[in-house]
């Protein structure tokens, strides 16, 4: 299972932390996890946001987010999260984490939403940035 948490109507300027809570997956060969988050806007393409590798040191940024994002994991909780700073419309729409099973442990995964690689998705969380 694959959970978001977060989110909700943020003012811009504001800031949001989205968790992403990974459970029941079985464990077989390969049994590192890449996570990601991606985002859906209205009317547009699922893109790419952030990604991080199974041993949390090797991150991607999309460059709409870079620089005021930070994407962080406990692998003892199995959770991801996502803080993006400095919020303005167009960070608008449903965030989504998903997991990708990888054979090495720096491997962050891509930041296309459509490469296979990206098994498991979880429902999304609303990302509402408002006045």
């Known amino acids: 299972h694959v959970v978001e948490s977060g989110g909700g109507l943020v003012r811009p300027g504001g800031s949001t932390t989205l968790s992403c809570q990974v459970s029941g997956i079985a464990k077989f060969s390969p049994d590192y996890y890449a996570i990601g988050w991606f985002r859906q806007a209205p009317g547009k393409e699922r893109e790419g946001v952030a990604c991080?590798?199974?041993?949390?040191?090797?991150?991607k940024y999309s460059g709409s987010v870079e620089g005021r994002s930070t994407i962080s994991r406990d692998n003892d909780k199995n959770l991801v999260t996502l803080q993006i700073d400095n919020l303005d419309a167009e960070d608008t729409g449903v965030y989504y984490c998903a997991v990708a099973r990888v054979y090495l442990s720096w491997y962050a995964g891509t930041l296309d939403p459509n490469l296979p690689e990206w098994n498991y998705w979880g429902q999304g969380t609303q990302v509402t940035v408002s006045s």
């Open positions: 991080i590798s199974n041993h949390g040191r090797t991150t």
